[in-house]
């Protein structure tokens, strides 16, 4: 379907994704910023997809389905329109997909890191090698073997351990996301150990006691032009942040991040993920995400826009002055947050848990104050949040008339679909 164009066309921007963290916050920053914004989705139905900043929504066929009808109709759409920018980098299955096609894209503006970064960003194994040999401590491991067994890996690293595949998508299975396991006990492993295929895709890891901690940069050609620091106040077991505060960046994990950048001549975002020690102020880097992060809401409050940064970066040259901002400010994700404090009551004393309950349930009052911010819920684009809170009772509302229906069904000798 044709748009109709005014005398002066708009900057427009087409970018990958639709989740409700990285997606929407890039939306956001760029609908803010006067660009006329075109999503492509994974998901047609997504809440993110609501928001006022999404000028239009294109349809493509599924990477997974068919790389070729994949390119052609991206091609088509960049044919017809007219973007300043392409920005993938929301999601790393976009990014895999133009860099597998990259010669066929070159003569579009396409945001995604360069060749030599995706050989060391995008693979764990090849970080931990280049961080090895830039001097960079991270945790004890490597990547695992067809013959290792639950009892010599504890032998080896210890327990917690951490299997963790090498990469979050492959090339070749763009549709199945890598998941992250924490073993607690040698048999747990051996049971994880037991399902995993492919093993020579997994890294295995002793597990450094301390907190997330994250450093978010924009790079120009292996120069850091812009960095922002949080800690992670909530996480999953093993997965991504809900609840995180702004903080100081500290001068040793930045000097780590410019080694980086300035070895694969990079340019782009990137957070590093950092685990920290308070006790000891030791650190190691855990692994680096070239491309916008699920944390990005907090710094974009916070007025660290990096997604305006980059887009004018790319599209003018233009190189933004550094930012300052305030520390001690903290976000969340609602819905995420509720999920990991729910799951993190077995790993809690009753105390301790009912204080970070009672925490979550007041968050307005830490909205009124300017202390806390909603990484969904923003007064000038409200219906993504509304949308997100209808799906998500919708979705307990079946469950629970499931729950009902099944005991009745059995006593009935009934099948329930």
């Known amino acids: 379907m044709g748009i109709l164009r005014s005398e002066k066309s708009p900057e427009r921007v087409l970018v990958f994704g639709d989740d409700m963290r990285i ?26 997809l609501k928001s006022k900043y999404v000028h239009a929504v294109h349809r493509v066929p599924r990477f997974s389905d068919s790389q070729d009808a994949w390119r052609d109709a991206v091609l088509k759409i960049l044919r017809n329109e007219s973007f300043s920018l392409v920005l993938p980098n929301c999601d790393d299955r976009s990014i895999l997909a133009f860099d597998r096609y990259r010669e066929e894209f070159s003569g579009y503006r396409v945001a995604i890191p360069n060749q030599v ?13 280049l961080c090895a040999q830039l001097g960079i401590d991270t945790v004890p491991g490597a990547r695992l073997e067809k013959d290792d067994d639950a009892q010599a890996l504890v032998a ?85 942040s809900s609840y995180r505060v702004s903080e100081a960046v500290d001068q040793s994990l930045r000097e780590a991040c410019a080694k980086i950048c300035k070895h694969t001549e990079f340019t782009g975002v990137c957070m590093f ?41 790319m599209v003018s040259g233009r190189v933004h002055p550094p930012a300052q901002y305030a520390t001690g400010i903290r976000s969340r994700n609602f819905v995420l947050d509720g999920f990991n404090l729910v799951r993190g009551l077995q ?57 009902r229906a099944e005991p009745l069904a059995r006593r009935r000798g009934e099948r329930v679909a």
Request: hydrophobic share 40%.
């Open 23 to 48: 997606f929407l916050a890039v939306v956001r920053s760029l609908g803010r910023a006067g660009k006329e914004v075109h999503a492509v989705p994974f998901n047609w139905q997504a809440p993110a």
């Open 117 to 129: 970064s995706m050989q060391h960003l995008f693979d764990k194994q090849c970080t931990r090698e």
């Open 156 to 240: 080896r690293y210890g327990l917690p351990l951490v299997v963790k595949p090498r990469r979050s998508y492959w090339p070749d299975k763009s549709d199945s996301w890598g998941k992250v396991y924490i073993a607690e006990h040698e048999d747990e492993l051996a049971g994880i150990l037991a399902k995993l295929g492919g093993r020579s895709r997994y890294l295995v890891e002793g597990y450094f006691a301390g907190v997330g901690v994250g450093v978010s940069v924009l790079a120009q050609n292996g120069h850091i032009q812009h960095a922002f620091q949080h800690r992670r106040l909530r996480e999953g077991w093993g997965g991504s």
């Open 273 to 313: 993920e950092f685990r920290w020690n308070e006790s000891s102020k030791a650190w190691v880097l855990l692994e680096t995400n070239a491309r916008f992060w699920g944390s990005m809401p907090l710094p974009l409050s916070l007025g660290v826009d990096f997604p305006r940064y980059l887009y004018d970066l």
């Open 347 to 403: 790993r809690s004393t009753l105390g301790a848990w009912l204080g970070e309950l009672a925490r979550y349930l007041t968050q307005p009052l830490g909205w009124l104050t300017g202390r806390e911010r909603s990484d969904s819920l923003v007064v000038d684009d409200l219906r993504p949040a509304i949308s997100e809170w209808a799906t998500l009772l919708k979705s307990v509302g079946q469950k629970l008339t499931r729950g």
